[in-house]
């Protein structure tokens, strides 16, 4: 037969940390997660290539934009022919 834990020993498995502690344990690691990737996305080099996607984003944008107008004058132009 295995020697398996009880529900009673998982609980008090070391390393675990219980109420307050834990909030507290949480919140520190989760502070030091933060930190690090703030510190990551303020890089120069992340801002540089966040502002190339932000103006390629908006290039995209224009063009699609510019092209519906453009679709938008060709049918209001045909559907005025037809009249």
């Given at each position: ?10 609980d008090e ?17 989760r502070g ?52």
């Open positions: 037969m295995e020697n398996t834990p009880s529900a009673s020993d998982m498995a070391p390393g675990v940390v219980q109420g307050q502690d834990a909030k507290v344990n949480t919140d520190y690691r030091k997660r933060f930190k690090k990737l703030a510190r990551i996305l303020g890089s120069t080099a992340v801002q540089q290539s966040m502002q190339r996607f932000l103006k390629h984003t908006l290039g995209v944008v224009a063009c699609l934009l510019l092209a519906h107008i453009g679709m938008f004058v060709l049918m209001f132009i045909q559907l005025n022919a037809q009249e």
